[in-house]
């Protein structure tokens, strides 16, 4: 799972709309925490895919991960209600 972790890090750095994060908003979460919030993916077509929550900010050309958290299946349980996430950071 470290080196998932490390490789999705580092796509995301470099371009966070890598086409192997399959990066999207999750409209529930904007929805609820008052900012875009976007999921990417840590793997694929495994049990509980691993996901990482995160959003533009706080600076310029920064992004700040808030989560990181198996696929919470949403079309079957409202799994997004579920998702607890960090502190989103203070916007510039």
């Known amino acids: 799972m470290f080196r998932l972790i490390v490789k999705s890090l580092n796509y ?3 371009n966070p709309k890598h086409n192997s994060l399959n990066s999207h908003e999750i409209f529930p979460l904007s929805q609820r925490y008052g900012i875009r919030v976007w999921q990417s993916y840590l793997e694929n077509r495994t049990p509980s895919a691993g996901r990482i929550y995160w959003v533009y900010g706080p ?17 079957k349980s409202k799994g997004y209600e579920k998702i607890v996430l960090s502190a989103l950071p203070r916007q510039n």
């Open 59 to 75: 600076g310029k050309n920064q992004i700040t991960i808030i989560g990181l958290e198996p696929h919470p299946e949403d079309r």
């Open 12 to 14: 995301l750095s470099q």
